[in-house]
């Protein structure tokens, strides 16, 4: 495969016929649904990098959607696990039979969490962890609604999509939807309340107390709180304590679950295996996928046992526990648990020094209106204008189509803003050279803007 050599800044990446072919044929047979104007077509991935189907290389500052938290395709304990599973026996029917595998990993898994935490469910993706999480919810309050968030995104298939509230493309045409309430996240740049942290005294917390749970549906009817302790896809929000600390408070007072949504947030993303943990707060129910299974599909919930257990066959599927995905999953989790400390270090440390360097661009830049994150789940967002924070939604995708066209993979979120979610085993190298790239885009397209 040859490697166009583009880190100088004389190669651009090379959109071949090749490359073109396979996207005019996905358009002809793929549904229609989401695909990006990027031409990007991966073939190949190695830690860092990642290679086209033309041998174009990339710097990857998306971990394709949050899943490669540990590098693409760079773990041989992983590969060598899913061959080896591969040969014994790919699926073993856990809804209805018994394997060791699952229960092993489930036993692993609950070491990641709080004492108390005692019950893991599988399916295979993040929408199914938490389509579990608001039917066992129910099932253990034996009440009907849940409060979400203005601007989460916790999936979308039905239940999930009912508390999803991140953008009106994803509902439109797909309601009515079941049971959810929702109320302003904790969005400080831009206060649904016109107002400044801290002296705005958590107005967002009073407000649910106030309008939601007074006027919509009575608190004794609520079953769960579902949140995201950093939305993700509506943005990478990232709240602050008091506000987690508040919802925590409002859950026990009336006896609601209080669910994280971990799905994007967790799994050392945002420097600690459980995103909840940088708050100090303690979830009831704990949604996990992308990253879990280092590339193949697993999502998990896990309940605190406290909560009580789920009468047989009232929720299940098919694949959950699927043998392979469990020992991709159990791979990687072993190399997670014996560095754990060395990880959240790492994610911590390269998470600092992205943030102060994005800083500095801020400074320098009309269009950087915000720059926030935890460890290396961070995001940075466009805007028109420092002073009317005017969303800069074009220019934010021409930032994104630059940096791809200069060999680094971005993705967006929310209305303008850049996911920066390299892997946290990227190497300070990689991190500075895709930094320098972000930054020769910015201010490229900064020229037409303020
Ligand atoms: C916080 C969160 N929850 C749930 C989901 C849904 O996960 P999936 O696409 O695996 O269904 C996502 C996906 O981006 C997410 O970011």
Same mark, same amino acid.
């Given at each position: /495969? ?5 880190? #100088? =800044?004389?190669?651009?990446?090379? &959109? ?6 396979? @996207? ?21 991935? #190695? ?17 394709? @959607?949050?899943? !490669?938290? +540990?590098?693409?395709?760079? $773990? ?31 036993? *692993? ?14 399916? *295979? ?11 066992? $919810? ?16 916790? =999936?979308?298939? !039905? ?25 302003? !996240? ?15 005294? /958590? ?30 896809? =509506?943005?990478? &929000? ?11 408070? %409002? ?26 943990? *940088? ?8 949604? /996990? ?5 280092? =590339?193949?599909? @697993?999502? &998990? ?38 560095? +754990?400390?060395? +990880?959240?270090?790492? $994610? ?6 992205? /943030? ?8 320098? !830049? ?30 934010? #995708?021409?930032? %994104? ?13 929310? #209305? ?7 892997? %946290? ?20 397209? *900064?020229?037409?803007?303020?």
């Amino acid at each position: /495969m040859a490697c166009l050599n583009y880190w #100088d =800044g004389s190669t651009r990446v090379n &959109v071949t016929k090749k490359i073109s072919d396979i @996207i005019a044929r996905d358009k002809k047979v793929i549904m229609t649904t989401t695909r990006s104007e990027i031409p990007f077509v991966p073939a190949k991935g #190695d830690g860092d990098f990642i290679y086209d189907v033309s041998g174009n290389k990339f710097i990857d500052f998306s971990s394709f @959607i949050a899943v !490669y938290n +540990l590098g693409v395709n760079s $773990s041989k304990a992983v590969h060598n696990a899913i061959t080896s599973q591969a040969g014994r026996l790919m699926h073993s029917a856990f809804t209805d039979f018994y394997a060791e595998p699952p229960v092993r990993f489930a036993e *692993n898994l609950l070491t990641m969490f709080p004492k108390g935490f005692g019950r893991v469910f599988y399916s *295979n993706s993040g929408t199914e962890a938490n389509e579990a999480a608001l039917k066992f $919810s129910k099932l253990f309050t034996k009440r009907q609604y849940v409060l979400s968030f203005y601007n989460s995104f916790h =999936g979308r298939t !039905y239940g999930s999509l009912s508390m999803t509230s991140s953008r009106t493309v994803q509902r439109e045409h797909f309601g009515p939807f079941n049971s959810a309430v929702h109320a302003p !996240y904790a969005y400080c740049y831009r206060c649904p309340f016109g107002q400044e942290y801290p002296s705005c005294g /958590m107005a967002c917390v009073d407000y649910i107390k106030k309008y939601p749970l007074s006027k919509d549906v009575s608190p004794k009817e609520v079953a769960a709180i579902f949140v995201e302790p950093i939305q993700g896809e =509506g943005g990478y &929000v990232v709240p602050p304590k008091e506000f987690i600390a508040g919802l925590r408070e %409002i859950a026990s007072d009336n006896g609601m679950a209080l669910v994280s949504d971990e799905v994007q947030a967790g799994y050392l993303r945002a420097g600690k295996f459980l995103c909840m943990d *940088n708050f100090g707060v303690e979830a009831d129910i704990y949604t /996990m996928a992308k990253a879990v299974g280092a =590339g193949l599909p @697993i999502g &998990v919930t896990v309940t605190r046992s406290s909560l009580g257990s789920i009468r047989a066959g009232a929720h299940a599927n098919t694949f959950g526990g699927n043998l392979v995905s469990i020992a991709a999953a159990e791979a990687q989790l072993t190399y997670v648990k014996n560095n +754990l400390r060395h +990880l959240e270090a790492e $994610s911590r440390q390269k998470g600092r020094h992205a /943030m102060k360097r994005l800083e500095e661009m801020k400074e320098r !830049y009309e269009l950087i209106g915000d720059v926030r994150g935890i460890a290396l789940m961070i995001g940075m967002e466009l805007v028109k204008s420092k002073k009317t924070k005017e969303p800069a939604a074009s220019e934010r #995708d021409r930032v %994104i189509r630059q940096c791809f066209e200069n060999g680094l993979i971005l993705l967006p979120a929310g #209305d303008s803003s850049i996911r920066i979610i390299p892997p %946290i085993t990227v190497s300070q190298q990689s991190l500075d050279r895709g930094l320098s790239i972000l930054e020769e885009a910015i201010s490229s397209v *900064n020229k037409s803007v303020g």
